[in-house]
């Protein structure tokens, strides 16, 4: 079973950077995933971390502690068009095969 | 233009009815998911299929089946549909390993 838990909603300003966490409870963790959804619109790929330590993006960062069961991706210099719902997927390993499990996403609203 | 095909874009059914959703993956991905998304669950996975077999099944009601055909298109069947079945359904497909790529998705309005 798996338990992804990131905040609801966040807000900031243009041109500033916002960090939205998420954690995780899974077993058979094969690796985190970063998505942006805009409001009725499919999923977007955003960043992959397997291993720990920081990936770097352009703009957007991800960062993955597998002991602590942690990530977070990191937003910078942050434009009206990234307001969006960010969602925090673990990808999950069993006998079975794999699945991409989401966490309810942040809804971040950027504002001038 | 993901790669990944849903249609049809928008449906309108009453309950009790069934309807068929069509998903054609990126040109060389195996795997094929499902995933369904309403307004306070977020996406929740449902089915996923892998060169024609079910690999792995997530919360996914009796009333709903899916299956995934020898040219790698898939379908998800959903049956005596009720008002709560009303969301967006996501198809995403991805290679033996790595990332999913979604499709745009299916409205489902159940009236």
């Known amino acids: 079973g798996q338990n992804i838990d990131q905040p609801t909603e966040m807000t900031a300003t243009e041109g500033a950077i916002v960090q939205i966490n998420c954690t995780y409870q899974?077993?058979?963790?094969?690796?985190l995933f970063w998505y942006q959804q805009h409001a009725g619109e499919a999923p977007t790929f955003l960043s992959y971390?397997?291993?720990?330590g920081l990936e770097e993006k352009g703009r957007f960062s991800s960062f993955l502690s597998r002991s602590k069961g942690y990530s977070y991706l990191l937003l910078k210099e942050l434009q009206m068009k990234d307001s969006a719902s960010y969602l925090c997927?673990?990808?999950?390993?069993?006998?079975?095969?794999?699945?991409?499990?989401f966490g309810k996403g942040t809804t971040l609203s950027v504002s001038s | 233009d993901s790669g990944v095909t849903q249609t049809p874009k928008h449906l309108i059914t009453a309950t009790g009815q069934r309807v068929t959703l069509r998903c054609s993956p990126r040109s060389g991905d195996l795997s094929v998911y499902w995933y369904q998304q309403s307004l306070d669950q977020g996406l929740q996975f449902l089915i996923q299929?892998?060169?024609?077999?079910?690999?792995a099944k997530g919360n996914i009601l009796e009333r709903f089946s899916a299956q995934q055909f020898p040219d790698l298109h898939s379908e998800l069947n959903l049956s005596s549909l009720e008002l709560g079945d009303s969301a967006l359904y996501f198809c995403a497909s991805s290679p033996s390993t790595g990332g999913y790529t979604f499709g745009s998705g299916t409205r489902l309005t159940v009236v």
């Open positions: 899974t077993s058979g963790f094969n690796g």
């Open positions: 971390n397997v291993l720990d």
């Open positions: 997927a673990v990808l999950e390993a069993n006998q079975a095969g794999t699945a991409l499990i």
């Open positions: 299929y892998y060169n024609g077999e079910e690999r």
